[in-house]
């Protein structure tokens, strides 16, 4: 790849004294990096595209995606996003050289590529972007699992005793003699089997991994550590048969994944109420635009809003929420004394639940 005057052209681009063909060079050379970390990806195993044959063009079509945004532009036509990377660098070392610049413009655009594949995985898979965040959410509230990255994979393990101070089998003999990193990797469908063996649907997720792990450890011709897509594609296909199975018996019995997620959101509310009973206090309450009572008519009427929320019931009235706290309370009344401070705060609350339930996809 040239780099000969790369710091002259990303100064100009930053300034605005560029032309448009140093424009369109500069976005060659960030599309071309963004395509090769994609590329990489794909030799490590990861699916970023779909099942089509035009898949080199779809790579093409995805790192433009990816980089799109950092050639967004302020009020004064700039380029800011390049201009905060660039400018501070350039600043701090004046003599920067060419093949430096480009160092830079690396790290910034394989950055931006691993940022903006995370969102469109969440888009395009939500499930897949949910069960990933369970499974690390697991490991990380487990003292016997573990997670360590390798080649741009993340890998799972457990300890079973062994003391593990620090995750990394790289600089740890012990550690990368007891997975076995010299044997082969367990296949594919071997690992259905044993998963299927220890698969409960009445297991949480976390107790699913471990015995899993437990029977790895046993198949002492093999690595005892796997993948967290392999993990991953278990779960999901474990969740799938499950499904079939609970739908055709019209079973509708929550698991222990279902108890968690509702947990989680239960969380969220807690959140969102204590942010909005601060606001409450500060805006009605010490300026006496609400009592003390109707204060805490309006936090426990608010916090049912939000439940109706994630009981689907979104259309429910506010003016129901209200008058549950407040029996003598008529259509009028609502509409003259209520409606615009609680409907107001309603809106507040639910804006702010639906940021947090964004987590969970």
Avoid: W
Avoid at 76 to 102: G, H, I, M, N, W
Avoid at 143 to 170: A, Q
Wanted: hydrophobic share 35%; proline share 4%; glycine share 2%.
């Amino acid at each position: 790849m040239n780099t000969v005057n790369l710091k002259q052209l990303v100064e100009n681009i930053c300034a605005g004294t560029y032309c448009q063909a140093e424009l369109i060079q500069f976005i060659h050379l960030v599309q071309k990096i963004s395509l090769s970390y994609l590329k990489f990806q794909q030799v490590l195993g990861k699916r970023i595209v779909g099942e089509r044959m035009e898949t080199d063009l779809e790579l093409d079509d995805l790192a433009l995606d990816c980089i799109a945004e950092l050639f967004s532009r302020d009020e004064a036509d700039r380029f800011f996003q390049l201009k905060r990377y660039y400018e501070p660098k350039f600043c701090e070392e004046p003599t920067l050289s060419d093949a430096e610049v480009l160092i830079l413009t690396r790290r910034l655009v394989v950055r931006k590529t691993k940022q903006e594949l995370s969102r469109i995985f969440r888009e395009r898979d939500p499930e897949g972007a949910k069960i990933v965040r369970n499974i690390k959410v697991s490991v990380r509230n487990s003292e016997k699992m573990h997670l360590f990255k390798e080649m741009g994979r993340d890998f799972i393990f457990h300890s079973n005793g062994l003391v593990v101070t620090d995750p990394r089998p790289g600089g740890n003999p012990q550690l990368s003699s007891y997975l076995r990193r010299n044997c082969p990797p367990i296949p594919d469908d071997l690992l259905m089997s044993v998963f299927i063996d220890v698969y409960d649907p009445s297991k949480s997720v976390s107790l699913l991994i471990k015995h899993l792990f437990e029977k790895l450890h046993e198949l002492d011709e093999y690595q005892n550590y796997v993948s967290l897509d392999a993990i991953v594609k278990l779960v999901r296909h474990a969740k799938f048969d499950l499904f079939k199975e609970r739908l055709a018996a019209g079973d509708v019995t929550p698991t222990p994944q279902d108890h968690m997620e509702s947990k989680e959101i239960e969380n969220y509310i807690d959140v969102v109420m204590r942010m909005l009973e601060d606001k409450i206090r500060t805006q009605y309450l010490e300026t006496g635009k609400l009592s003390a009572t109707k204060t805490e008519i309006y936090r426990q009427a608010l916090r049912d809003v939000l439940y109706d929320l994630i009981q689907k019931k979104d259309s429910s009235s506010y003016f129901r929420n209200l008058k549950h706290y407040i029996p003598t309370l008529t259509q009028q009344d609502y509409r003259q004394q209520e409606r615009s401070v609680f409907e107001y705060l309603a809106k507040v609350a639910k804006r702010e639940f639906r940021k947090h339930l964004k987590e969970l996809l």
